[in-house]
């Protein structure tokens, strides 16, 4: 079954380590994003890739960065998590058929845990 | 600035119910809505996806409808059960970028109560 995958499901970092968090695909679609989404809040976009294309949003701390090395693999980078960064972490993909976009498939998402 | 609205934040109806759900938007320039569906502590789920230019779309008991025009869009569930509870999002894509760079309401919390 075409799905996305993120690992890992939980991931705890402590304060000012690096971490990655991952995203996979399997249905091939060219554009792939990274959102954030805080305890009660609605989901916010940190950047999406369309194909190669790195867009970022204006918003998005410098702290995130991330990777799209071929089609079906995406990596959000956290360079130095702080505490307010504890979320989760969501990936989706999409893309269009016949000039239409065929809607977001959503990941099951990473819980960050900031210690 | 795009803004979605999903009012009420929470919901309860006993089991059997039909109900609607409420999402409202400020620009009409849209390119599709979804509606998504969220488990706690889980991903999003995907339930309907309405085109800019379709007025419904229906999957088994979901039914979602919308109205560019006024910037609203419904989702009606039928008979609900004890499994539809989660938080339900919606979601609309800019007519910019096709369906990319979501903007997203804060969802509406449903309990359904056995």
């Known amino acids: 079954d075409a799905m996305v995958i993120q690992n890992p499901r939980y991931q705890v970092t402590q304060f000012g380590k690096p971490v990655t968090l991952s995203c996979s695909q399997t249905l091939n679609h060219n554009v792939m994003y990274w959102y954030q989404q805080k305890s009660s809040q609605a989901p916010k976009l940190l950047f999406h890739?369309?194909?190669?294309?790195?867009?970022n949003e204006a918003d998005t701390p410098d702290n995130f960065q991330s990777r799209r090395p071929n089609t079906s693999f995406c990596f959000l980078d956290i360079r130095s998590p702080g505490l307010g960064d504890a979320a989760m972490y969501l990936c989706?993909?999409?893309?269009?058929?016949?000039?239409?976009?065929?809607?977001?498939?959503f990941g099951q998402g990473t819980r960050l845990t900031v210690v | 600035k795009q803004e979605v609205t999903q009012i009420p934040a929470a919901l309860s109806v006993p089991e059997g119910e039909n109900l609607v759900l409420n999402c409202s938007f400020t620009d009409s320039a849209i390119y599709n809505l979804q509606w998504f569906r969220q488990d706690p502590g889980k991903g999003l789920t995907s339930l309907l996806l309405?085109?800019?230019?379709?007025r419904e779309q229906t999957s088994g008991r979901l039914n979602a409808s919308l109205d560019k025009s006024s910037g609203r869009s419904t989702l009606y569930i039928a008979a609900s059960q004890p499994g539809d509870s989660a938080t339900y999002l919606c979601?609309?894509?800019?007519?910019?970028?096709?369906?990319?760079?979501?903007?997203f309401g804060t969802g509406t919390r449903l309990t359904i109560i056995p």
């Open positions: 309405i085109q800019s230019s379709q």
């Open positions: 989706a993909t999409s893309t269009t058929f016949k000039g239409r976009g065929v809607g977001a498939r």
């Open positions: 979601a609309v894509g800019p007519s910019n970028f096709g369906n990319e760079k979501l903007t």
């Open positions: 890739y369309y194909d190669k294309d790195f867009n």
